[in-house]
T-cell receptor
Framework: GAVVSQHPSWVICKSGTSVKIECRSLDFQATTMFWYRQFPKQSLMLMATSNEGSKATYEQGVEKDKFLINHASLTLSTLTVTSAHPEDSSFYIC???????????FGAGTRLSVL | QKEVEQDPGPLSVPEGAIVSLNCTYSNSAFQYFMWYRQYSRKGPELLMYTYSSGNKEDGRFTAQVDKSSKYISLFIRDSQPSDSATYLCAMTGSARQLTFGSGTQLTVLP
C-alpha cells in the first residue's frame, strides 16, 4: 500500500509555543490530505481537509487560526498548532488520498504534549 | 443515531480462532468501504478496501459488504496475538471524507 510519513512522532512543548507537524506521501501524489485528532479510546475526529494549492476546509468547531494547514505540494502538508495550550495535547494523524481513488492512507501519528 | 455503528468490544479470542467484526450504517450513499487496523499510539493501517457489495479476500482476511442490509463484516481466520489491535470500519460516498465506526478493540490470547 501507499506510504505516508508523519513527523515528528512525539513532541513536547511549553504552553504558548507553536508546533509544526509534517505529513508526506512518499510513493504517491496526494491531491487531498486530511488532518485528524484522536483522543484516547475514541475514533478519529476530522479537523480539516486540504487540497494542494488551496485553502483548507475546516470542520465545525476547529479554529482555523489556531490550527494552520498548508498543502503546498502534492506530497507535503503541514499542520501548525499555534500558541499551544495543555488542552491541545492529543494524538494528531494525517492521511493522504491519491487522486480520485477514495482511499486514505494514514501517517503514524504525532503525540503532542503541551506542558 | 450514528451514521456508522460498530460494537466497541472489547473482544477477546484464543489464538487460532475466527474473528468476526461488523459495522452497520444508515447512509445509502456509501459506496466505498474500508477496514483499518490501529495499534496503540499508531496511525490506522489499511487492511481491506471494497467498492459496493461483495466479498474480498486477502490472506487471512475477508471483507464482506451487503449494501441491501447496510452491513459490512471483516473476518480474520487463524487469528494471531499480533492481530491484537483496534479495528475501524470506514466508508464514504461521493464525498471524500470518511465516516468511521467507533472501533472494536480485539485481543488475541496466546
Amino acid at each position: 500500500g501507499a506510504v505516508v510519513s508523519q513527523h515528528p512522532s512525539w513532541v513536547i512543548c511549553k504552553s504558548g509555543t507553536s508546533v509544526k507537524i509534517e505529513c508526506r506521501s512518499l510513493d504517491f501524489q496526494a491531491t487531498t490530505m486530511f488532518w485528524y485528532r484522536q483522543f484516547p479510546k475514541q475514533s478519529l475526529m476530522l479537523m480539516a481537509t486540504s487540497n494542494e494549492g488551496s485553502k483548507a476546509t475546516y470542520e465545525q468547531g476547529v479554529e482555523k487560526d489556531k490550527f494552520l494547514i498548508n498543502h503546498a505540494s502534492l506530497t507535503l502538508s503541514t499542520l501548525t498548532v499555534t500558541s499551544a495550550h495543555p488542552e491541545d495535547s492529543s494524538f494528531y494523524i494525517c492521511s493522504g488520498e491519491e487522486g480520485g481513488k477514495n482511499i486514505q492512507y494514514f501517517g503514524a501519528g504525532t503525540r503532542l504534549s503541551v506542558l | 443515531q450514528k451514521e456508522v455503528e460498530q460494537d466497541p468490544g472489547p473482544l477477546s479470542v484464543p489464538e487460532g480462532a475466527i474473528v468476526s467484526l461488523n459495522c452497520t450504517y444508515s447512509n445509502s450513499a456509501f459506496q466505498y468501504f474500508m477496514w483499518y487496523r490501529q495499534y496503540s499510539r499508531k496511525g490506522p493501517e489499511l487492511l481491506m478496501y471494497t467498492y459496493s457489495s461483495g466479498n474480498k479476500e486477502d490472506g487471512r482476511f475477508t471483507a464482506q459488504v451487503d449494501k441491501s442490509s447496510k452491513y459490512i463484516s471483516l473476518f480474520i481466520r487463524d487469528s494471531q496475538p499480533s492481530d491484537s489491535a483496534t479495528y475501524l470500519c470506514a466508508m464514504t460516498g461521493s464525498a471524500r471524507q470518511l465516516t468511521f465506526g467507533s472501533g472494536t478493540q480485539l485481543t488475541v490470547l496466546p
